[in-house]
């Protein structure tokens, strides 16, 4: 026996169950999938989620100056404070000072030579994302981030200025601790050319005249102390980034790609047009 057609309130609220199954939602509006999940996705770019595409950030030589120098400054930064605090002999033996010195100078020529690889790439970098401009905001656009990225870190808004690299804050933080990092090289070279090496007093030893000795081992040892203040705000800086926006900034510095949603890359569609995943390994 055929079961009679339902009228008034449930002939209705059949007929929109069935066009519902029909364009793929179940009666609460849910999308349903097919056996590979396509349907999900397409319910979601109904109901207007936004579409991610992965980019190359950062590039492998960024990514390799970035690693190795976090690895020297824990270095440098062990065997400097060992050398500024003599009375601290951890090893027992008089030569340790000997041993600390100079593994203290193989590390501040490694050093020198990841700046000054960083500057050149700053340069030369075919990543649009890799080059000074990220660091030094010159267009108008960034100029105009700095505020939205002043009120982001200060917990003023929630929402972070939408940048693909680094915001127009962060790289002048890059620019002022470069600095920061060529005086240290400065004032390191100073020191060692009072100990007697000779290109290094022949390079320096005129701002002996200038800068007295007890002032440049104090800022060569204050600037130690601020770049690990810089390094603590930096990791923090990284992970509420990664938190609010969601990108896979602390992955990105390990991968080089971050997941950004589609219309951030708006304006960057010629550095987007050859695979970035591809072309800056």
């Known amino acids: 026996m055929t079961a009679p057609a339902p009228t008034g309130a449930g002939a209705k609220k059949d007929v929109g169950s069935r066009k519902a ?24 770019d109904r109901g207007g989620a936004p579409e991610f595409v992965r980019v190359r950030v950062w590039d492998l030589p960024v990514r390799l100056i970035h ?9 440098l930064s062990a065997t400097g404070f060992l050398i500024g ?43 649009p ?3 000074w401009t990220e660091w030094i905001p010159a267009s108008r656009e960034r100029i105009g981030q700095i505020v939205p990225s002043v009120r982001f870190y200060t917990f003023l808004t929630r929402e972070a200025p939408p940048v693909v690299g680094h915001n127009p804050l962060a790289g002048l933080t890059y620019c002022v601790l470069y600095t920061m990092f060529g005086v240290e090289i400065v004032t390191g070279l100073v ?18 005249h200038v800068v007295p000795l007890p002032t440049i081992r104090l800022v060569h ?7 690990w203040g810089f390094m603590i705000h930096h990791l923090y800086s990284a992970i509420l980034v990664d938190r609010v926006e969601g990108t896979g900034v602390l992955s990105s510095i390990f991968s080089g790609n971050k997941f950004l949603p589609k219309e951030h890359m708006k304006g960057h569609e010629k550095d987007h047009e050859k695979d970035p995943v591809e072309d800056y390994q």
């Open 21 to 44: 199954v029909e364009n793929g939602k179940d009666g609460h509006g849910h999308g349903h999938g097919d056996g590979d999940g396509h349907g999900d996705v397409a319910g979601a």
């Open 67 to 75: 690693w190795l120098l976090v690895l020297d400054l824990v270095v």
């Open 85 to 127: 605090t003599p009375a601290i002999d951890p090893g027992g033996h008089t030569y340790w000072m000997s041993w600390t010195r100079n593994i203290h100078k193989v590390t501040a020529y490694l050093f020198i030579a990841l700046i000054l690889g960083r500057v050149i790439w700053h340069l030369r970098s075919p990543n």
């Open 129 to 131: 994302w890799s080059r």
């Open 191 to 208: 020191l060692w050319g009072v100990e007697g090496n000779g290109w290094a007093s022949w390079l320096t030893g005129w701002l002996l």
């Open 221 to 227: 040892h204050l600037i130690m102390w601020l770049t």
